[in-house]
C-alpha cells in the first residue's frame, strides 16, 4: 500500500483500488491518502465513492500488523466493495485540516519546550502534550512564544535520512518512550525553517505547509502530572482575558 499523505498531506481525495477485505469488514487499498491513527493523532473519516456515486462512509483508519498496512474501517451497514474494484477516497478535509494545525502547533510546543515528550494526543479542539520537566513555567509565556513561530510564518516540510544517520544524531528524537519504526531503511523528518533552522524531528504525521496556517493558539492549561511531567493543552483562538 502507498501512503499518500507522507508526500502531500493536502491530498484530499484521489482514486485507489481495493486490494482487499478483511474479516472484521475493514478495506485495503492498493494506496490511500486517508491517514491511519497513529502517534497521537487520529486517522482520517471520510467516505469511498464507487463508480455508480455510492458512498462508502470511513468512520475510522487505522493500521494493522504493521504500520504499513492501513485499514478503512466502514460505519456499520455499509456496502462491501469488490477486490479489484476501482473508487475515489475523499477525507472529511474539514476535520483533517484541523488536525494538521494541531499536529504542527505539538511541534511548535516542543520547540519552546526542549524537554523529552512522555506522551501526546492531538484533537480538533484541545491537544496535550507531556514534558519531562520539573521547571515552573508561565502559560502566558509560552502562549506568547507560540504566537511569534506562528506569525513568522516559518515553512514546514519533510526530508527523509538513512536510519544510520538518525542512530548518529539521536537528539533529533524527542519522545522518551517512542522510537520512529525502522525496518524501511529511512526515517521521515518533519523540518521546520529554512534549512531545518527552527526544528527537525521524526513524525510520520500531517502538518500545514507554513507556520502561520495554524492560526491562532493558545496554552489553555499546564498540569502538574507528577513530580516530573508537565501536561500542556493547546487550543484554538485568543487566550481568555
Wanted: hydrophobic share 35%; proline share 6%; glycine share 10%.
Amino acid at each position: 500500500m502507498k501512503p499518500l499523505f507522507l508526500e502531500d498531506a493536502y491530498l484530499s481525495t484521489a482514486e485507489a483500488e481495493v486490494a482487499g477485505i478483511r474479516e472484521d469488514g475493514g478495506i485495503v487499498l492498493d494506496q490511500t491518502c486517508f491517514y491511519a491513527t497513529s502517534g497521537g493523532q487520529p486517522g482520517d473519516t471520510g467516505f469511498l465513492e464507487r463508480e455508480n456515486g455510492d458512498k462508502i462512509v470511513i468512520a475510522g483508519t487505522v493500521t494493522g500488523e504493521t504500520k504499513a498496512e492501513i485499514i478503512h474501517i466502514p460505519a456499520p451497514d455499509q456496502a462491501v466493495p469488490e477486490i479489484g474494484e476501482k473508487l475515489v477516497m475523499h477525507i472529511d478535509w474539514d476535520r483533517r485540516y484541523r488536525l494538521m494545525q494541531m499536529h504542527t502547533a505539538c511541534h511548535l510546543l516542543s520547540v519552546i519546550c526542549p524537554y523529552p515528550i512522555t506522551g501526546a494526543s492531538v484533537s480538533e479542539t484541545d491537544s496535550r502534550v507531556d514534558f519531562d520537566m520539573s521547571d515552573t513555567i508561565d502559560k502566558a509565556e509560552v502562549t506568547a512564544r507560540l504566537m511569534e513561530l506562528v506569525n513568522a510564518n516559518h515553512p514546514i516540510f519533510t526530508r527523509w535520512i538513512a536510519e544510520a544517520d538518525l542512530d548518529a544524531n539521536p537528539s533529533l528524537i524527542k519522545s522518551k518512550n517512542v522510537r520512529p519504526p525502522r525496518g524501511q531503511g529511512q526515517i521521515r523528518l518533519v523540518c521546520i525553517g529554512e534549512d531545518s533552522s527552527i526544528d527537525s524531528q521524526p513524525c510520520g504525521g500531517t502538518h500545514v505547509g507554513e507556520t502561520a496556517e495554524v492560526g491562532e493558539i493558545h496554552i489553555g492549561k499546564i498540569e502538574k502530572k507528577g513530580k516530573e511531567n508537565r501536561r500542556f493543552r493547546i487550543r484554538f483562538g485568543p487566550a481568555p482575558a
